[in-house]
């Protein structure tokens, strides 16, 4: 249940300002069509952090208890310095494929924007860290949804009110005293 619950509050917050979000909220205004953006985004979120967390857990069988604490521990706090810095949406031209529709538009758009993103290097961290696949990818996917569900829904109005600076520092710590943790735990129950 704690992989469930750090998973979900983790990911939503790193999820704040990033670049799927800012995809979330062009697909919203391009669209117009919150429900099969919605759906698109947890296809390509369940997909995508599957993925993630895979390799995660195959991670921990390669490396030693000892080893895998420093890459987790030092991850994490990268990860930290990492939500320090803004994230900008590449392409704001998302246009919908002749014949795909907005929900198969939505789920490769996010697919790949998702693709080296912070919430899916987060859900390989997390995954490695509590040996949980299922609760991660649970928590990841919920995660986003969280953070990405009301953009879609309401758009503009929301994300203007909500202080993205403050929550990429709270973000930031979360991740430094994850890696803190980690680094100091001489197992990784943490």
Do not use: C
Request: aromatic share 8%; no cysteine; charged share 10%.
């Amino acid at each position: 249940m704690e992989a469930l619950l750090i998973s979900t509050f983790v990911v939503a917050l790193a999820e704040m300002g990033d670049k799927t979000q800012l995809l979330a909220l062009v697909l919203a205004a391009r669209f117009q069509k919150p429900w099969p953006i919605v759906a698109g985004i947890f296809i390509a979120t369940v997909a995508n952090h599957a993925l993630a967390g895979a390799v995660g857990v195959w991670v921990t069988q390669w490396l030693g208890p000892d080893m895998l604490r420093w890459v987790l521990g030092l991850s994490f706090i990268a990860m930290a310095l990492w939500m320090l810095v803004p994230d900008k949406l590449d392409d704001e031209g998302v246009q919908e494929h002749p014949g795909w529709g907005v929900l198969l538009t939505t789920t490769v758009a996010f697919f790949l924007a998702e693709m080296g993103d912070k919430t899916q290097i987060a859900t390989v961290m997390l995954a490695a860290q509590y040996q949980a696949f299922v609760w991660v990818v649970l928590g990841t996917t919920l995660g986003m949804l969280l953070a990405n569900a009301p953009v879609v829904w309401l758009g503009n109005k929301l994300v203007r009110r909500v202080p993205i600076r403050l929550v990429h520092g709270v973000s930031a710590a979360i991740f430094a005293a994850l890696g803190v943790l980690a680094l100091l735990s001489p197992t990784l129950g943490v």
